[in-house]
């Protein structure tokens, strides 16, 4: 169920299925240059946060680090900070509605993407449109970008193209919801006061 804060602001309401807490682990297949010993493909783990302040857009922050076969961490893979914004037909009066993405990464790239939410459901597609990096980071000419939100799960798979290597997927996850304390409480109200009653 996607639940629509009373203070999240009307232009960004379309957004409102990618707000809270996100965890779960995906594949990570990186492009030549990238990711350094033992990361040539591997299993990550990931933390996306997404929330708002009552201002027309969506601040997201993602973490990920390499998984060992017990899926245990071993060290950080990748940071980003971004900013989501709907920069066209807001209120869905026709069509898709575009999708603005900001965004940073650790490794000194910065990237902005253009895309659609679809139209009737929850999913964004986006490109990038511009982007820069500084000096010694790895070679990155664009990428594209899917998330859905499926059976109550966040799916995202990116893809990647440097000058000598054609676009294609790098990284991808299935990410679940974490509940707030604050939900966690109102959940467990429901249950027997002795909490015995709940196992008979």
């Known amino acids: 169920m996607i639940e629509i804060p009373s203070d999240l602001h009307k232009d960004v309401v379309p957004l409102a299925f990618l707000l809270g807490t996100w965890e779960g682990a995906g594949v990570y297949a990186p492009l030549p240059g990238e990711g350094g010993p033992g990361t040539e493909k591997c299993n990550f783990g990931q933390e996306i946060v997404i929330r708002h302040d009552g201002r027309p857009f969506l601040e997201f922050r993602s973490r990920t680090w390499v998984l060992n076969s017990e899926g245990e961490k071993i060290r950080p893979l990748e940071n980003e900070h971004a900013f989501w914004r709907i920069t066209s037909n807001q209120h869905g009066t ?104 709940f196992f008979k």
């Open 94 to 197: 026709s069509g898709a509605r575009g999708v603005e993405i900001s965004s940073v990464r650790d490794d000194g790239t910065v990237e902005i993407w253009y895309g659609e939410l679809a139209d009737g459901k929850p999913q964004i597609d986006v490109s990038t449109d511009a982007v820069a990096r500084i000096e010694g980071s790895p070679e990155y000419s664009g990428g594209k970008r899917l998330y859905g939100f499926v059976n109550e799960e966040l799916l995202w798979v990116g893809e990647k193209a440097a000058p000598n290597v054609a676009l294609r997927p790098y990284m991808s996850a299935q990410l679940k919801k974490v509940l707030s304390p604050a939900q966690l409480i109102k959940d467990i109200n429901d249950l027997p006061d002795d909490g015995i009653a």
